[in-house]
């Protein structure tokens, strides 16, 4: 059965810092990974995905994720944080095998101050 | 168009008594997953319906139980509440069962056992 650890709960980080959000998975089979980003007051929005292919994935708004096999990870970054960009991150882990069932990991918080 | 919609937003329930939570999907989605997020925790995965048929259960105990309306609504009830059960649970909804198809997630209903 497939798990995911995040390894940080709280990243606090300056306005135009750099922010990673570290998220391991177990997983003995093929993987889809993603990244959902919970703002206050709203529901889970998904952020990016990775299917296949390119091991970097981006979203619209910055954010990139890099799938790692040999470490079982998939790191979320981005070089330059907004305060828009406070809000709970999750990283979630499907099994290609099994692929109905979404897992997610702990949740990072990540308050972005001025 | 409108987003996957849950009711009701709150509810306040005693141990021992029976709780209903509805779903309804985006307009043409026809998966419905469940999931149950404790404070301070990720998602966990309850159910996944599709076209009407159940396609996967987490570890959840037999108290747990869904169904999907030909409309591709879907409802969640659970007998016997303990105080365990006080989560806020979500609905997404998806375009069909595959994991590499996006799921959108409802704001959720904020269940309470007292």
């Known amino acids: 059965a497939q798990s995911v650890t995040q390894l940080d709960s709280q990243v606090p980080v300056f306005e135009e810092a750099p922010v990673e959000l570290r998220c391991n998975y177990s997983?003995?089979?093929?993987?889809?990974l993603f990244w959902y980003v919970q703002y206050p007051n709203q529901g889970l929005q998904l952020l990016l995905k990775?299917?296949?292919?390119?091991?970097l994935v981006e979203s619209i708004n910055g954010f990139e994720a890099e799938f790692n096999k040999s470490q079982t990870s998939f790191h979320l970054r981005k070089p330059s944080v907004h305060i828009s960009d406070t809000a709970e991150y999750f990283c979630?882990?499907?099994?290609?095998?099994?692929?109905?069932?979404?897992?997610f990991g702990a949740g990072t918080t990540v308050t972005v101050r001025a | 168009d409108a987003g996957v919609t849950q009711s009701p937003t709150h509810l306040i329930k005693t141990r021992g008594q029976q709780v209903t939570l509805r779903c309804s999907p985006i307009?043409?989605?026809?998966?419905v997953s469940w999931y149950q997020q404790v404070l301070g925790q990720g998602p966990q995965f309850i159910f996944q319906?599709?076209?009407?048929?159940?396609?996967g259960r987490g570890n959840f105990p037999d108290r747990f139980s869904a169904r999907q309306f030909p409309n591709y609504s879907s409802e969640l009830n659970v007998n016997a509440l303990l105080l365990g059960d006080s989560a806020l649970y979500l609905c997404?909804?998806?375009?069909?069962?595959?994991?590499?198809?996006?799921?959108?997630f409802g704001p959720g209903t904020r269940l309470t056992v007292l």
């Open positions: 997404a909804s998806s375009f069909t069962s595959v994991g590499t198809d996006t799921q959108y």
């Open positions: 997983s003995s089979v093929s993987v889809y």
């Open positions: 990775y299917l296949s292919g390119s091991t």
């Open positions: 979630a882990v499907t099994e290609r095998s099994n692929d109905y069932k979404l897992s």
């Open positions: 307009s043409g989605h026809k998966s």
């Open positions: 319906y599709y076209e009407k048929e159940e396609r």
